[in-house]
């Protein structure tokens, strides 16, 4: 499975969630703002611990804030 990328819907949800920003976002689950923004542009792909605690920050499962994209 070559060619994929995990995409999010980071950005929306901090947006829905009062406008929270992503130092906000860095605080809650113990990370860099500089992180945070690297996941938003899909430039870095979280560790499995790191996408579930964002996924229980917005309490959303966990297939609603990451999906895996196969690029064609």
């Known amino acids: 499975m070559d060619g994929g990328v995990i995409v999010n819907q980071i950005r929306k949800l901090r947006f829905n ?3 929270m ?3 906000e976002l860095a605080d809650l689950v113990g ?3 500089q992180t945070i923004n690297a996941i938003e542009a899909a430039k870095y792909s979280p560790s499995l611990e790191l996408a579930f605690k964002i996924s229980l920050v917005f309490d959303k499962p966990i297939g609603e804030v990451f999906k895996y994209k196969i690029e064609s």
Request: no cysteine.
């Open 17 to 19: 969630e009062n406008e």
């Open 21 to 23: 920003t992503q130092q």
């Open 31 to 33: 990370v860099t703002r």
